[in-house]
């Protein structure tokens, strides 16, 4: 059962325009949630997290937003930087701990020069 | 660099082996996470420790184990491996909760 679901395997974006990932959840129980990014042959890196007590949380050229009702987080990259060419995790943790970070597939961003 | 340190980095091995994974969180988190990630999959949660004691279990097979140390380093044991117990493994290290997990650079296992 796959709690966490990013839907696009891969994203292809023109330099200095937006980009936008998305993911979508399945446990009404999550309340915080993050998005990863990873290189090849490195770890994911944490980019921005969101607690449900919030929709919109802002760090920079990387906006996050939430739909609890939806059940749905999107990431937003403005202007996107071919640096940020990587492979994009969602995740979804419950502040309690009950439920533990559950990650996603992963979609692949290419940000073409 | 996130101030966890994860040895070896590769890993080749036959099946039925045993091998031990390491890990050193960053300085100051108590709290330790083993994922195991597998041909371009998502991230598979496998156990987490806080402080010596195993807090949660996820989709971990008998035939691994892990501990926590004094010092809070952590390992992860895997036995009788099998061709399918190739990928990634990473360790994430976390501060108070909630917060984000820290990872490392992984090691990546090959069985043979």
């Known amino acids: 059962d796959q709690q966490v679901k990013q839907n696009s395997p891969s994203l292809s974006v023109q330099e200095g325009r937006i980009s936008i990932l998305n993911c979508d959840y399945t446990?009404?129980?999550?309340?915080?949630f993050l998005w990863y990014k990873k290189y090849p042959a490195e770890g994911p890196t944490f980019l921005i997290s969101?607690?449900?007590?919030?929709d919109k949380n802002e760090d920079g050229r990387f906006t996050v937003f939430l739909n609890k009702s939806a059940k749905h987080l999107s990431l937003h990259i403005v202007p996107s930087q071919p640096g940020d060419s990587a492979v994009y995790f969602c995740?979804?943790?419950?502040?309690?701990?009950?439920?533990?970070?559950?990650f996603g597939t992963g979609t692949r961003l290419k940000v073409l020069a | 660099d996130s101030g966890v340190t994860q040895t070896p980095k590769h890993l080749i091995t036959a099946t039925g082996q045993r091998v031990t994974l390491r890990c050193s969180p960053r300085?100051?988190?108590?709290?330790v996470y083993w994922y195991q990630q597998s041909l371009d999959q998502g991230l598979q949660f496998l156990i987490q420790y806080y402080n010596g004691e195993e807090r949660a279990k996820g989709n971990i097979l008998e035939r691994f184990s892990a501990q926590q140390f004094p010092d809070l380093h952590s390992e992860l044991n895997l036995s009788s491996l099998e061709l399918g117990d190739s990928a990634l493994y990473f360790c994430a290290s976390q501060g108070d909760s909630p917060s984000p997990l820290h990872f490392g650079n992984g090691t990546r296992l090959t069985v043979t």
């Open positions: 446990n009404s129980m999550f309340d915080y």
């Open positions: 300085s100051g988190d108590l709290s």
């Open positions: 995740a979804a943790s419950s502040a309690s701990g009950t439920y533990k970070y559950i």
């Open positions: 969101i607690s449900s007590i919030k």
